[in-house]
């Protein structure tokens, strides 16, 4: 989804969307953005997806991705 399919969806502005996802990107979590994979992530960012994934079952890391 897009950012602003986001914001209609749930109700909260596009500027506050981008704050949060800016400020998670600061922290080195994994968020969504211009690039289409996980290369240029850092290591922890990485982790934090295998570690938040590692209970899923495959319909839920499927829907995730």
Known sequence: MTVAEVSQSEGVSSKTLYHWRDKLRKEGQPVPGKTLTSDEWSAEAKLA????????SEAEISQYC
């Open 49 to 56: 997806v295998i570690i938040e994934t590692a209970p899923m």
